[in-house]
C-alpha cells in the first residue's frame, strides 16, 4: 500500500498531494516524503556511481537529474543530507549512509575553493568548504 501512495506522490510549490485520476488529496509532510535507507557503490567506465535504496524500494543513482544537496544546521553545527528522487520529491539520507559518504568524500577545488564532497557519475557534489571540516578532525 505505501509503495502504491508513493507512486501517486506529487509536489506543487511547498504542498504534497497523493493524485488519482479521481481525486487529488493534500497531505502533511514534515521534511521529505522518502529515506534513502541503502547505498552500493558501483564501478563504471566514468568512475564509481552511488545508487541509493529509498523506503519504498526505489532504486536512485545520484549523479546527472538525481543531485546530492546537503542543508546546514546552524543550530548543530552538522549537515542534513538529501537525494533527488523525482519530480521535486527528495529522499533524506539517513545518518549511517550519510558516515559512509563522509569517507567516500574527497577534496576538489571548486570555483578557487577548497570544497569536500563526492562523486557519482562523475558530477562532484559538494558538502562544505574543505576548511571548515579540517576543524573537526
Known amino acids: 500500500m505505501v509503495k502504491l501512495f508513493a507512486s501517486v506522490l506529487k509536489r506543487e510549490g ?40 529509498t523506503n519504498v524500494d526505489d532504486w536512485v543513482t545520484a549523479g546527472p537529474g538525481h543531485a546530492l544537496r546537503f542543508e546546514p544546521q546552524p543550530a548543530t553545527g552538522s549537515l542534513k543530507p538529501y537525494l533527488h528522487v523525482r519530480r521535486e520529491l527528495w529522499a533524506k539520507v539517513t545518518r549511517p549512509l550519510f558516515y559512509d559518504l563522509v569517507a567516500l568524500g574527497e577534496e576538489r577545488d571548486i570555483g578557487g575553493k577548497a570544497m569536500f564532497g563526492v562523486v557519482s557519475q562523475g558530477e562532484f557534489f559538494a558538502m562544505a568548504e574543505a576548511s571548515a571540516l579540517r576543524e573537526f578532525v
Open 14 to 53: 511547498d504542498k504534497y498531494f497523493l493524485v488519482t485520476p479521481v481525486e487529488k488529496v493534500g497531505l502533511i509532510v514534515e521534511d521529505v516524503p522518502f529515506l534513502a535507507v541503502e547505498l552500493r557503490v558501483e564501478q563504471g567506465a566514468t568512475g564509481h556511481a552511488l545508487v541509493f535504496r
